[in-house]
């Protein structure tokens, strides 16, 4: 699975799951780092069939609208620490 990590989520996410095998970007790597907007980054995620990660419900709407990104995990745990996100993707 290929996946892009948006700008509100640590870039430790996306190094997790490259540790796990998947290949993964995050906003920061883009050459636009984290002001790469939701429109590329739908882009993006159709053209390499990347599920993107975000907190961001524009893509929410987007894709119950729209049908893009190509595939979305929205994260809704509202504020916690990184460490205690990580843990709970891995898990």
Known sequence: MKFIVDAQLPRKLSQLLINKGFNSVHTLDLPNGNATTDNEINKLSIRDSRIVITKDTDFFNSFFISGIPY?????????????????????
């Open 71 to 91: 595939k979305l995990i929205l994260i809704t745990t509202g504020n916690i620490k990184n460490s205690e996100l990580l843990c709970l993707i891995e898990n």
